[in-house]
């Protein structure tokens, strides 16, 4: 998988170890909303260490709402990792905490997923208005910190899908993002991609065994991934080279090798980031829910082996708009589901 919170748009994580992350929406429109805590400054080298040395004894994740509502901003900001502090100083994080602590008396953990040695937290205020997103490493460093205001889409929400689909894969999964706001799914701010979900393979709290940089390491490396309704294969992209090493993405084909198979009703599924040749299907065939096409990978814009899985109406990658998936047998997989299919 992924981390959720990179520096390319501080809402999602790139680098290996983390939550898998995935998107079919290229450049600046990656990122589920515009965060407002993003800054062009810089912290020079002598304020970095100044504020890493504010405090001598690091704190607990469960300890971070405390701090904040005692206005611990420097020992917060103490344990920011350096990579973020390049694009995020002191006054930036300063200003965004007073600002979102204001009027709100406490804050809800809505998400925690712990991953590959990370843990990522997300907590709302009691209106669902005000949110925190945090990703910790293995010794508690915040490797990145978000607030934002909550995205709702409520007419979109409560629309499903005319056909009912079932599981794209055998075996257990595990969803990093999926869900119908943006604390759990980070695709849900942009409008091609809001329903989509990212699914991995999980053992004993890891997605890999063995090299991370290898993509053969990674458990759903090579996984049958199978129709999750009956339609009509529309397109197919299969000679994308998946990303070597682990942790690369490519930015240029963003859904790397996928299909995309039209079930009727101006619905299409997509099943991207696949592995390259391994794609067994091809345009113009009718295919049924539990045919194989093609294997899990990790080419496109994707930064570990894991499929992108939504539903849209159409097969436009770019003018697409995403649909709630009806399922077969549940409302909805959530962050954090652990999926155990036929």
Known sequence: MNKIINKRNLVMFSLVGALTVGSLVASASDAPAKTEVVSSSSVSKVEAVNYSQSSTSSFKPDQLLRLLQQEKYERIYGQIGAEYKKVYSFKDFKKEAILYNKNATSYTRVSHVPLNNTNYYAWTDPKGEKTIQAQFDSKNKIEVIVFNKMKKY?????????????????????????????????????????????????????????????????????????????????????????????????????????????????????????????????????????????????????????????????????????????????????????????
């Open 154 to 342: 409520p007419q979109t929400d409560a629309l499903r899908t005319q056909t009912t689909f079932q599981l794209p894969f055998q075996g257990e999964w595990f969803v990093t993002w999926g869900g119908s706001n943006e604390l759990i799914n980070y695709h849900y701010g942009a409008e091609q991609q809001r329903y989509a979900y990212d699914l991995i393979m999980v053992k004993n709290g890891f997605s890999y065994k063995g090299d991370p940089a290898k993509n053969e390491s990674y458990f759903a490396f090579g996984q049958p991934i199978l129709a999750s309704a009956a339609g009509k294969v529309v397109r197919i992209v299969n000679d994308i080279h998946d990303n070597k090493p682990v942790g690369t993405e490519n930015k240029e084909q963003i859904a790397g090798n996928h299909v995309i198979i039209d079930h009727g009703n101006g619905e299409f599924s997509y099943y991207a980031h696949l592995q390259k040749g391994s794609i067994s299907v091809k345009v113009g065939d009718e295919v049924n829910v539990g045919d194989r096409l093609g294997k899990c990978g990790n080419s496109g814009n994707s930064s570990e082996a894991h499929l992108h899985f939504e539903v849209a109406n159409s097969a436009e990658l770019f003018t697409t708009k995403s649909l709630r998936v009806h399922w077969k047998d549940v409302d909805d997989y959530e962050q954090g589901t652990v999926i155990k299919a036929p």
